[in-house]
């Protein structure tokens, strides 16, 4: 159909279109991309190295390049390309054929080689080109000659002059005085020229001498000159050489015996750290070196694995290229840094001028344009490179510059220090200088063993998943007391555990196992654990000062809490508080009892609405009194109310004393009911002899048990006794662990002696335990070393200075309430919360109310008896026959009225208001009707409540046996005396 042909019209048409649209996108991104690279500029640098160097001075030049092309924050429009030419070492005739065939290519820069030959002549020609030329190896020259006028000349190798003077502070900060000078070739004289120097400003009197000797090779190796050297016993050398020849040299110094206790070694060589000292570090030797490149950086390991990823690239893998793992040696180093410092430049000059290269020829006349400008950018470059902070002076020359001081030590190369040209030499730890006669400090760059054992927090072993060695294995308190005397004293040294896992005893005369014994026979040189002074120790070794002061107490569980008492609602208050305020409560119902029949005003009219009554009334009656003064103290008032004033400022000043009391024992009592009270089974060591319950016991064999066994006192004897009696073997254990867990494990049924330092780290982790009482004894942690090395007195001042300075104090709680778990028991419940009182905290109360109840029904069943014994009697029936009525109307449960009936009165049975009650059902006693009128209510009304049936008046006399009244209208009235007692 039409339809179907002009839709497959349309999408032919739409295919074309966008068939079209493709390829104009990519034309479009062709000509893009060719416009790229029109637009950045191609500059070529080249380095010339020696045929036969190090390959990998190459490599590192090559990557350098490629970090500059990658870096688009310098030379964002250039790209540098490396060109590099091998020549054959100090071959002047081809070194200037290459120079010049690179100039006619086209270069901007030339990075020189190592020889010296080759590089003086490149320089003069580069000089004549005005084209940069950067070298890495070190200078003999003086900043004269380099700086002359016209020079096109920069060197990152620290200058010579300014590195010589880096080793002379390092031997005038040691102290050295006669030093024998080991030297290579002429070259090297140049290096330690400084130091020779020094000898034209000695005196005649001081006692700097040197002795300098050149390393001569014949068929013995240098092995000649070293054993002078041996035989003249100079113990102080420098050791002037190139890196390629150092490890041989140090070998064959150890084959003759100077790689051995008491010798010290300065190596000037930069590259020391990149060989393999390990077979010189366990003669006791002090090896000392400067270092330029630090290899811990995360930029310098870049640079490594770069370079040895480099070398496994199939077109530059060459069999004798070999790098020390992690170590980058200075020549490589500065190589790269080199690249950056006129990459950094060049970045600067293209910033204002458009700086192109061009072919030169070595034959004509002209120069480079851009040469000088771009010298003196070279000159203002600052940057922190491998090497470290980089800048060059005027001349050129890198004067300004930063070193470390390495020393040889069990782990390998340690920093000690650094060196730059401003501060010069800052030590990390100096030598010391004994304070008399002016010989070295015995214990300085020594290494000594130091024996220990396991014991938190003292000595543990470091919790890692990665394999460990050497002191890295250890920490804890000693470790670290170690650690902080070696940095005063200036000693290495190296932990080793305890072979038989013993402190130390005296197995024989002279004997003894342990750590004790290492340091007795040369095992070990020193023994810093938790091993207390004690008089027979002391006798055989030489201890130090403690450095932990401590002494023998109780590990016993903490106290626990004491079951509620039911009376625990008493507790606010003490019995006196109870006993005055149960006084004043006596004397002040008395008192408002007094007052109100004093006051005239508190005698009122009474409540039968008579029209001229004869007497008046007073509520305040000694039963009245009582309640009133009972319901202002129990907060909850009465019914009776005071109309004088004397009465109600004696209320008044009841109710102040009433509210003040109430509420102290309110805030009390909640404190009382909230807070636990504890119960403390022992307090000290003296409740222990006297009671059986509660076993205790120490470590069988220690100094603890020796205590008491050796003791003098009375108690601690009685505590020997029984720890050496019939249950020794239950009581005396083989550790201190054991001894802990025991105590855990008895729940208060078992007390442990041990030293108080290791108490107060196991109540901070373990929240069961509590140290009981104060210290029994005064003892001390000390280092043993043998008798008549010079150390304990070094050792004694530098513990002095920890104590005074605090570091032993923080070292205390970072190991004792800080790391591995310390505090855990005072962060546990501590959330502030308010514990839900239980029953047993409350149930006094509940007591007190069902006790109050019991004496409630007692009073009501002797009201009952008495009761209804009148009642039986005005009544005329039997006092059997009106209990059982009475009983009979109580067990109903139901109406709130009730009928009067008397001796002389039928009265029919009347309707309640609640409920009818007959004539017969109604109790027979205290029905006496008022003869004052037939048609009075059978009950009043008095102050809005019934009153009881138990009692009426008369028509004479207002009849009421407590309250008082007096006579009005005649002289003598008499009284009922028939009312009910218990009525109010």
Not at 213 to 241: A, H, M, P
Not at 276 to 297: A, E, H, P, Q
Not at 465 to 476: D, I, P, V, Y
Request: net charge negative.
């Amino acid at each position: 159909s039409l339809t179907e042909v002009a839709g497959d019209h349309g999408t032919h048409l739409t295919c074309s279109v966008m068939r079209m649209m493709s390829s104009m996108v990519v034309v479009l991104t062709m000509m893009a991309m060719a416009q790229t690279q029109n637009t950045i500029r191609k500059m070529t640098i080249a380095a010339i190295f020696d045929e036969g160097g190090d390959r990998k001075h190459e490599l590192a030049f090559r990557h350098a390049v490629q970090a500059v092309n990658r870096n688009r924050d310098i030379l964002s429009g250039v790209s540098l390309h490396a060109e590099t030419v091998q020549i054959p070492e100090d071959d002047s005739f081809t070194a200037e054929r290459k120079t010049c065939h690179l100039l006619e290519k086209g270069v901007v820069a030339i990075f020189g080689p190592i020889s010296k030959s080759s590089s003086e002549h490149i320089r003069s020609i580069t000089d004549s080109m005005e084209i940069p030329f950067i070298e890495t190896r070190w200078n003999y020259r003086s900043q004269k000659v380099i700086g002359s006028a016209g020079g096109y000349a920069f060197n990152l190798h620290p200058d010579i002059t300014t590195l010589g003077t880096a080793y002379l502070d390092l031997l005038e900060a040691y102290q050295w005085k006669t030093i024998t000078i080991l030297y290579q070739d002429n070259d090297s004289m140049m290096t330690i020229q400084q130091i020779l120097k020094k000898t034209a400003t000695v005196g005649p009197m001081d006692e700097f001498r040197l002795v300098v000797k050149q390393l001569v090779l014949n068929e013995n190796g240098y092995r000649d000159v070293l054993k002078e050297i041996f035989l003249s016993e100079s113990k102080l050398i420098v050791l002037e050489c190139e890196k390629k020849i150092l490890e041989e040299v140090l070998i064959q110094c150890q084959q003759v015996g100077l790689i051995s206790q008491g010798y010290y070694f300065f190596l000037t060589s930069l590259d020391a750290h990149t060989i393999n000292l390990d077979d010189f570090k366990y003669g006791g030797t002090n090896i000392t070196s400067f270092r330029m490149i630090n290899v811990d950086k995360p930029e310098v390991q870049n640079v490594i694995y770069s370079i040895v990823e480099s070398m496994l690239d199939q077109e530059l893998r060459i069999a004798n290229i070999n790098i020390p793992t992690g170590n980058l040696d200075t020549t490589t180093a500065l190589i790269y840094d080199s690249v950056h410092a006129f990459a950094l430049a060049l970045h600067e000059l293209s910033a204002v001028q458009q700086v192109r290269q061009r072919p030169l020829d070595c034959s004509g006349q002209s120069a480079w344009v851009h040469g000088n400008s771009l010298v003196n950018y070279m000159k203002m470059v600052e940057f922190v490179g491998l090497s470290g902070p980089i800048k060059f002076d005027t001349s050129g020359l890198r004067t300004n510059f930063e070193m470390d001081l390495m020393e040889l030590q069990l782990g390998g190369l340690a920093k000690v220090g650094s060196w730059n040209s401003l501060d010069h030499l800052d030590l990390a730890r100096v030598e010391k200088k004994a304070e008399e006669g002016g010989t070295t400090d015995p214990m300085a760059n020594k290494t000594f063993v130091i024996t220990a054992i396991l014991n938190p927090p003292y000595t543990m072993l470091v919790e890692s998943h990665k394999k460990l060695s050497g002191n890295a294995r250890f920490e804890g308190f000693a470790v670290d007391l170690a650690k902080e005397l070696s940095v005063i004293l200036g000693f290495n040294y190296t932990f080793k555990l305890v072979d038989d896992d013993k402190y130390g005893g005296e197995t024989s005369p002279g004997n003894w196992n342990g750590m004790l014994g290492e340091v007795m026979d040369g095992t070990a040189d020193f023994c810093i654990a938790d091993i207390s002074i004690t008089s027979s120790r002391a006798s055989a070794f030489a201890f130090t000062m403690p450095w932990l002061n401590l002494g023998i107490s109780i590990l016993y569980t903490k106290p626990r809490a004491a079951a509620p008492s039911l009376l625990a609602f008493l507790d606010p208050f003490t019995t006196d508080v109870y006993i005055c305020t149960l006084l004043m409560f006596v004397l002040v119902t008395l008192i408002i009892y007094v007052l109100a029949r004093f006051s005239p005003n508190q005698w009122e009219e009474p409540d039968n609405c008579i029209k001229d009554p004869e007497e008046y009334t007073n509520q305040y009656n000694f039963l009245n009194s009582f309640w009133f003064v009972l319901g202002a103290l129990m907060q909850q008032g009465s019914d009776v109310e005071p109309l004088s004033l004397c009465v109600r400022f004696a209320g008044g000043v009841w109710f102040f004393f009433a509210l003040i009391m109430i509420a102290s024992y309110t805030a009390n009592l909640a404190a009382f009911l909230t807070v636990e009270t504890l119960e403390t089974p022992i307090k000290s060591v003296e409740d222990l002899p006297g009671q059986d319950e509660i076993w205790y016991g120490a470590m069988e064999g220690g100094s603890t048990a020796g205590f008491f066994e050796n003791s003098n006192n009375d108690v601690y004897q009685k505590i020997w006794q029984f720890m050496s009696g019939v249950h020794q073997a239950e009581v005396m254990l083989e550790g201190n662990i054991e001894g802990v867990e025991k105590v855990e494990e008895s729940n208060g049924k078992y007390a442990f002696f041990m030293e108080s330092a290791s108490i107060q780290y196991l109540v901070e982790r373990r929240c069961k335990l509590s140290q009981v009482g104060g210290l029994l004894d005064s003892k001390g942690y000390g280092i043993a070393t043998r008798q008549g090395t010079p150390y304990k007195t070094l050792l004694d001042n530098a513990i002095l200075k920890l104590l005074e300075g605090g570091t032993l104090h923080r070292l205390k709680v970072r190991w004792w309430k800080q790391k591995r778990g310390g505090g855990a028991c005072d962060a546990k419940g501590g959330g502030g919360g308010v514990s839900p009182l239980g029953l047993a905290n409350v149930a006094g109360v509940f007591l007190v109310t069902m006790i109050g109840c019991a004496v409630a029904s007692v009073f009501a069943f002797l009201e009952f008896l008495y009761g209804t014994k009148q009642s039986a009697k005005d009544c005329g029936v039997t006092w059997a026959e009106e209990m059982r009525t009475e009983l009979k109307f109580i067990f109903q449960c139901h109406g709130n009225t009730r009928e009067l009936r008397g001796r002389d009165s039928d009265s029919d049975s009347s309707n309640s208001h609640s409920s009818q009650v007959s004539l017969e059902e109604s109790p027979p006693y205290a029905r006496r009707k008022s003869n004052h009128s037939q048609g009075e209510l059978p009950f009043k009304i008095r102050l809005g409540m019934v009153e009881s049936p138990y009692s009426k008046k008369s028509e004479s006399s207002h009849k009421s046996t407590d309250s008082k009244s007096t006579k009005l209208g005649s002289e003598d009235e008499e009284q009922n005396q028939n009312g009910n007692p218990f009525d109010e």
